[in-house]
């Protein structure tokens, strides 16, 4: 597996688009921002997803793990419902689905439930994060949960490829920690106890400005934001530093490497990787996602075509890449046959002589046009979603969007910028 990374910059203008009427959004006393959708479908499922602006990114460098730790210990009980698993057995018993995960930046958690009891469960979730317990008599029981999961995905290509990843950017930038955690890294350090250090992390960071939530289910928006204000609204509000990265993700001898890494299973790819700063403020127009276009076009005279009749790849695909508040990785993937391994540099080069094609006759309107016409044309007939799939989505779309395109975000070409 090869990646070669380079860095380009950019500038351009966003537009705005019509609120759709169908969901509101607000924000309490306390600065917590809710989004929240009336849906008549399904009336028996009700759903919910909170982020919290609190992730790996924030943790001290001796306790790499310590958001993800949290986030398992706040599932332990609180001072309304002290016993372990509670919440997690009041959701399964009804029918319904829980998780949470734990990012760079990110903390993010979920449930639906049948629609009559949503009310309860909220209550018991709203708990978290107003009166956890951190219950010490199981801090040893989690810190095995999280090592784990930690060795569950030793054997992962995937995540094996994530750390090499990790492992080759610069190291002073949170992206590079070790966010999950195992028995190494979740330690008692001398003097201290993990869960005065996992209280404290929470007292420290975990604070309502810094949380979004959002709910669908077919209660009207003006039951749906009572509820939010009833539960919610009790968060603490806390003097939070601001979090902001300030270093780049790569340095310029992290720029234009070759990295080779050895799968377990049988795998041949060519990944070329483009470093971007943030390019979030770009969704308007959508820059990368015309340049995915073009480049992950199959047709006669697309670089796919060429390579394939060539024999050395079986598959391409454009635009994938790992992203973060100050980056944006921008990746072309091969999937390579046999043959296609013998002849990488020439693959790269073709790669790099279509960039320049697209340079110099690619930036055009009515290709421009066509993609946005398409997008358009998804966003009107695309399939209804599980509504535990759809706040998912809403909420990581309230990281990116402005809150009047929280639903149309990923499918906006608002007009192509040439110079952009």
């Known amino acids: 597996i090869l990646m070669i990374i380079n860095v380009f910059t950019f500038n351009g203008n966003a537009q705005q688009v019509p609120v759709d009427p169908a969901f509101r959004i607000g924000k309490l006393d306390n600065g917590m921002t809710y989004y929240i959708r009336h849906n008549e479908e399904p009336k028996d ?127 002073a930038h949170p992206f590079s920690k070790f966010s999950v955690g195992n028995l190494e890294t979740l330690h008692e350090n001398p003097g201290e106890s993990l869960r005065n250090e996992v209280k404290a992390f929470f007292e420290q960071h975990y604070s309502a400005d810094k949380m979004a939530l959002v709910i669908q289910s077919s209660w009207s928006l003006d039951e749906q934001e009572a509820i939010v204000k009833q539960f919610f609204a009790a968060i603490n509000r806390h003097p939070v530093a601001p979090t902001g990265i300030t270093v780049p993700l790569y340095r310029e001898c992290d720029l234009r490497l070759r990295i080779q890494i050895q799968p377990i299973k049988e795998l041949r790819r060519l990944s070329v990787s483009f470093a971007f700063p943030a390019t979030d403020q770009y969704y308007q127009t959508k820059p990368l996602t015309y340049i995915s276009h073009l480049l992950g076009y199959e047709g006669n005279g697309s670089l796919f075509a060429y390579l394939k009749r060539k024999g050395w790849i079986s598959a391409l695909s454009a635009g994938g890449g790992v992203s973060g508040s100050n980056f944006r990785d921008f990746q072309v993937n091969f999937s390579l046959t046999p043959e296609g391994l013998e002849h990488e540099n020439e693959i790269i080069g073709h790669l790099f002589s279509f960039l320049k094609l697209i340079a110099e006759q690619g930036i055009s309107d009515w290709r421009y046009t066509e993609k946005a016409s398409l997008l358009n044309i998804m966003f009107q007939i695309q399939e209804r979603q599980h509504p535990s799939d759809n706040v998912s989505h809403l909420s990581m779309n309230l990281l990116h969007y402005a809150p009047e395109d929280v639903l149309r975000g990923d499918y906006l070409m608002t007009g192509l910028d040439t110079d952009l």
Not at 65 to 76: Q, R
Not at 119 to 147: G, K, M, W, Y
């Open 45 to 171: 499922r009700a759903s919910f997803y909170i982020i919290q602006n609190v992730g790996a990114l924030l943790e001290n460098n001796n306790q790499n793990g310590l958001a993800h730790f949290l986030e398992h210990m706040l599932f332990l009980g609180t001072e309304s419902y002290p016993e372990p698993g509670e919440y997690q057995s009041f959701i399964a018993q009804h029918g319904g689905n829980n998780n949470a995960w734990t990012g760079t930046e990110h903390s993010n958690y979920f449930f639906d439930i049948a629609t009559e009891l949503f009310s309860e469960a909220l209550h018991r979730f709203s708990q978290f994060f107003i009166c956890p317990t951190f219950n010490a008599d199981l801090v040893e029981r989690e810190r095995h949960a999280i090592d784990s999961e930690y060795r569950l995905k030793i054997s992962d290509d995937v995540r094996r490829c994530y750390q090499v990843h990790k492992e080759t950017v610069n190291p």
